[in-house]
């Protein structure tokens, strides 16, 4: 578990791993947490046409964890602090109705580049149309199932990136960009059922809806012998299909 310190409005933060350990019974040992100058990152958010959009999210994550989240300004503008001593994965800055874009900072490091406002050097967005794509969830009979958590790997870091399905069976995602490309897997998943045909959203497809259909998992029960009938004790079984 990582824990997070910070004190002066951010600008001093700290953060130390927790190892958990199941079924502990006493306290753990005191955590120690050594505050230090937090890094700024300025972020300046356009549109397609080089304006700047007032009230864009800028989130920054580590992996898939939000370090950070402002909103610009009028002029484009947010600034964003994160820990010192962390890793760093992407930074990611969107607007329903606008578009999103993100940038990534490579394989967690934590030497990367200070972007400052002051400096004008700021981490550059310009925000790529999107348009919402709908999954509707079934079962095998064709009806609709509620409360499947459907995950659309694309927009990861983004609200609306995995959801239910509503009574209808449909869950719909706002911020996918028009210029998404190569099949993209969606992950379906509810308690015992199974998304035996895996489901793709095709961007290249007329319309941006996807069906998703899943099978009701059964209960499989038998005996495991020997040639000579004798039952196999701690045999691994396995199904396939």
Request: net charge negative; glycine share 10%.
């Amino acid at each position: 578990m990582l824990v997070f310190a910070e004190t002066d409005k951010g600008r001093l933060q700290g953060t130390a791993y927790i190892k958990l350990v199941s079924e502990q019974t006493e306290p753990a040992d005191p955590t120690e947490i050594s505050l230090q100058p937090a890094r700024e990152f300025g972020a300046i958010v356009r549109d397609i046409a080089g304006e700047p959009v007032h009230g864009a999210t800028v989130r920054i994550l580590s992996k898939s964890l939000k370090l950070d989240e402002q909103t610009t300004d009028a002029e484009g503008w947010a600034v964003l602090v994160v820990p010192a001593d962390l890793p760093l994965g992407s930074i990611v800055a969107y607007k329903k109705g606008v578009g999103r874009d993100n940038k990534s900072f490579g394989t967690g490091r934590t030497n990367v580049s200070l972007y400052s406002r002051n400096a004008g050097n700021p981490v550059d967005f310009t925000l790529q149309p999107s348009r919402p794509v709908t999954v509707h969830v079934i079962d095998d009979q064709q009806r609709p199932v509620s409360g499947a958590r459907v995950i659309f790997p694309d927009v990861r870091g983004i609200p609306g990136s995995s959801g239910l399905s509503d009574d209808n069976g449909n869950v719909t995602f706002e911020m996918v960009p028009w210029n998404v490309s190569g099949a993209q897997r969606i992950g379906v998943y509810k308690e015992g059922y199974i998304d035996m045909k895996r489901t793709y959203f095709h961007p290249e497809a007329a319309t941006w809806e996807v069906t998703a259909e899943l099978v009701p998992k059964i209960i499989v029960k038998g005996q495991v012998t020997m040639p000579d009938g004798q039952p196999v004790a701690e045999a691994e079984v396995r199904a396939r299909g």
